[in-house]
């Protein structure tokens, strides 16, 4: 499953809720919006970012683990501190991959 964390968080599509991608060896990527470091859950709702700690925790107290990182949506420019939608930063935000893995056993 691949998937934006921030979008789905209060639905039953959260790493806690979603029983459809826990098959032991099954694979959950997230692509999202960075938010700024420390920040939790804060500007999930104003800024449409999440911090990337936070998303691991909590997928990873779903019982997944994470195998892989990818910074190929990097952009070091953008503040994290305007809503993605803003055309100022629209297409150009810090983004971050994390890519878990259900334990097989």
Request: glycine share 10%; aromatic share 6%.
């Amino acid at each position: 499953m691949i998937g934006a964390l921030r979008s789905c968080w209060r639905s039953r599509y959260s790493p806690a809720g979603f029983s459809g991608n826990d098959t032991p060896g099954g694979r959950y990527v997230i692509i999202d919006h960075a938010a700024a470091a420390g920040s939790g859950l804060r500007d999930t709702n104003t800024l449409h970012r999440i911090d990337k700690a936070s998303v691991k925790s909590e997928v990873e107290a779903a019982g997944f683990k994470l195998e892989r990182e990818s910074d190929l949506l990097r952009n070091a420019g953008d503040p994290r501190t305007v809503n993605v939608r803003d055309p100022t930063i629209r297409g150009k935000t810090d983004q971050f991959i994390l890519e878990f893995r259900k334990p097989k056993h």
